[in-house]
């Protein structure tokens, strides 16, 4: 291989491409001739009747779980809510839930409805002898529950 230098001076000086006579002045009405006049539309969701149902079924669907899952509204359980039940019926519920007068006695409802002398009267009247000793037996023993 020959390792001759080339110099730019020594390369001859002619374009290798050539344009057809009148090429650029004939080229925007080419480019105009190939965009149509209106462009084509394509609507964005193509719509069936398979879709129709998909969507009837999934809002049957949300309604249905709206309906199941939303609960409902408790009215207003009136002026006197209890007034119903008798005195036996809520001592026997207590009972039953292992709830005694001294955990009663921590609330401030209770301990409100008790400041009137006429509660505790009331209160201490439907007591049996028995019970009512035993109570105060126990209050002796555990000061520290009242």
């Given at each position: 291989m020959d390792k001759k230098r080339i110099r730019l001076d020594d390369l001859?000086?002619?374009?290798?491409f050539s344009v057809p006579e009148g090429y650029f002045d004939k080229l925007p009405q080419m480019?105009?001739?190939?965009?149509?006049?209106?462009?084509?539309?394509?609507?964005?969701?193509?719509?069936s009747w398979q879709r129709s149902v998909g969507l009837a079924a999934a809002s049957a669907l949300i309604l249905v779980l709206v309906w199941v899952t939303v609960p409902e509204r408790q009215g207003s359980l009136g002026q006197e809510p209890l007034s119903d039940i008798s005195n036996a019926s809520i001592i026997s519920y207590l009972e039953d839930q292992d709830i005694s007068y001294y955990d009663l006695s921590e609330h401030k409802v209770?301990?409100?409805?008790?400041?009137?002398?006429?509660?505790?009267?009331?209160?201490?009247?439907g007591l049996e002898d028995d019970v009512l000793r035993q109570q105060?037996?126990?209050?002796?023993?555990?000061p520290e529950k009242i």
């Open positions: 001859k000086r002619e374009t290798p480019i105009q001739a190939r965009i149509p006049a209106e462009p084509v539309r394509k609507p964005l969701v193509s719509w209770v301990q409100k409805a008790f400041e009137s002398d006429s509660t505790v009267l009331n209160y201490l009247d105060l037996e126990e209050a002796m023993v555990a």
